[in-house]
């Protein structure tokens, strides 16, 4: 197997640009030579983008720490996409694109330093960078790496075919913008795995393009297990790009601590799109503001303040119209949830089909505070509350317990059609 050790470029390292020419020489060597792994030993390497090509591995080494420049006139500009729409970028620190058997493996450390980034964010002139980005890529992973600080979205393999993170730490500080953990987006056949994600936005989020996306792909077969969520606006959360599909999702054996809104599905009109045959067990969950949120009312980002937003009135259902239905949550633990136990507002036009909530205990905080279960125009804060439920069809409560809620189990009008059993 080709291995090149970066210490055997140390010639290229620059006091401005520190090893970035380092990089890009090992990875032309390597290139030629049809890929291989290259090794980074224990020591701090600063640098800027790392471009890998097919048939590589970056493999960290136990006490190696990648830490990547601020310095933005030596970073390359990419176009990819950002939140469903092509746009110019930093190239991201690691990425790859067009590619396969690409991967980022060991027991190191990447570090961002997204601090800069965060705080000039508004005035850049191109969107800030993803950690690691991977981009119409097949057969990619990430395995074992510590992730911090980093710029925007840390993981987010787009256009994607076979993917695997498994035993990744991320770790962002809560108050960090945009700064989701993975972020899979129209790809598919993506298993995430013995991950411990905390962020100051959603942990995972399961994307497919909005309605301004030209090349629309489903996002499907994903599969999330053994993973614990730490902060973040959302623990596992679709949408609300979803205008290309996202569908055969299973979450088992994961754990969400203090994240504001726990199993959250997101979308508005216009989206079209469907998010379907999703399964989550095996989830305990502790000092969220809402365990379950499923909003087709989704206000934030371009176009969010729209009177087709936030209209309650039915509008005709054609291919614009977005569809959640075929979700299963069994085996929940929830103590001390703030809002209320579970928000359900689907459109008037097309409600929020086929539910089921089993064997579920969701314990309320009566004392804590009172909290926005939703992103959506007109909703009270509330405070100890129980389900909230506004065009629901085919909604089963089976074997479901709620404690210390202060407020009746269900809040719902006639436009809820469910089974309390």
Same mark, same amino acid.
């Given at each position: 197997?080709?291995?090149?050790?970066?210490?055997?470029?140390?010639?290229?390292?620059?006091?401005?640009?520190?090893?970035?020419?380092?990089?890009?020489?090992?990875?032309? *060597?390597?290139? =030629? =030579?049809?890929?291989g792994t290259l090794f980074v030993p224990a020591g701090i390497y600063e640098t800027c983008s790392i471009h890998l090509k097919d048939n590589m591995n970056l493999e960290l080494d136990a006490g190696a720490a990648?830490?990547?420049?601020?310095?933005?006139?030596?970073? =390359?500009?990419?176009?990819? =996409?950002y939140e469903g729409i092509k746009d110019k970028m930093y190239m991201p620190l690691i990425y790859a694109h067009q590619s396969q058997n690409v991967s980022v493996t060991g027991k190191g450390m990447i570090d961002g330093q997204g601090m800069s980034w965060w705080e000039e964010k508004d005035r850049l002139p191109y969107a800030r960078p993803y950690l690691i980005c991977f981009e119409e890529c097949r057969k990619v992973s990430v395995e074992g790496?510590?992730?911090?600080?980093? @710029?925007?979205?840390t993981i987010h393999p787009v256009y994607c075919d076979d993917v695997r993170i498994h035993g990744v730490t991320i770790k962002n500080p809560a108050d960090s913008p945009n700064t989701d953990g993975i972020d899979p987006d129209c790809s598919s056949n993506v298993r995430?795995?013995? %991950?411990?994600?905390?962020?100051?936005?959603?942990?995972?989020?399961?994307?497919?393009?909005?309605?301004?996306?030209?090349?629309?792909?489903? %996002?499907?077969?994903?599969?999330?297990?053994?993973?614990?969520?730490?902060?973040?606006h959302g623990g596992v959360v679709i949408g609300s790009e979803m205008s290309g599909t996202v569908r055969n999702v299973t979450v088992t054996n994961c754990v969400f601590q203090d994240?504001?809104?726990?199993?959250?599905?997101?979308?508005?009109?216009?989206?079209?799109?469907?998010?379907?045959?999703?399964?989550?067990?095996?989830?305990?969950? *502790?000092?969220?503001? %809402?365990?379950?949120?499923?909003?087709?009312?989704?206000?934030?980002?371009?176009?969010?303040?729209?009177?087709?937003?936030?209209d309650k009135e039915p509008y005709p259902v054609d291919e614009t119209t977005p569809a959640i239905r075929d979700i299963s949550i069994n085996n929940l633990i929830v103590n001390d949830a703030s809002a209320c136990a579970g928000f359900i507002y689907g459109?008037?036009?097309?409600?929020?089909?086929?539910?089921?909530?089993?064997?579920?205990?969701?314990?309320?905080? @009566?004392?804590? @505070?009172?909290?926005?279960?939703?992103?959506?125009?007109?909703i009270e804060p509330m405070k100890a509350a129980g389900f909230f439920m506004r065009n629901v069809k085919g909604v089963?409560?089976?074997q479901v317990k709620l404690e210390e809620n202060i407020?009746?189990?269900i809040d719902c009008d006639e436009t809820a059609d469910f089974i309390w059993k």
């Open positions: 197997m080709n291995v090149k050790n970066i210490r055997d470029y140390t010639d290229r390292k620059t006091k401005e640009k520190g090893w970035t020419d380092a990089f890009k020489q090992a990875i032309a *060597d390597m290139e =030629e =030579e049809d890929g990648l830490r990547f420049l601020d310095k933005r006139e030596f970073f =390359e500009v990419v176009e990819t =996409e790496v510590t992730l911090k600080n980093s @710029p925007a979205w995430i795995s013995d %991950c411990m994600i905390d962020v100051g936005d959603d942990c995972i989020a399961i994307k497919a393009g909005t309605e301004d996306t030209q090349n629309r792909r489903p %996002c499907e077969n994903i599969t999330i297990t053994n993973c614990n969520m730490i902060h973040g994240t504001d809104r726990g199993i959250r599905l997101k979308t508005r009109r216009r989206r079209g799109g469907a998010m379907e045959r999703l399964s989550f067990q095996n989830i305990v969950m *502790d000092r969220v503001i %809402c365990p379950i949120t499923f909003n087709m009312y989704y206000y934030c980002g371009k176009k969010g303040k729209e009177k087709y937003v936030w459109l008037p036009e097309q409600p929020v089909e086929n539910v089921m909530i089993s064997n579920a205990v969701i314990r309320m905080n @009566p004392e804590g @505070p009172e909290g926005n279960p939703a992103m959506m125009g007109n089963v409560f089976s407020a009746p189990d």
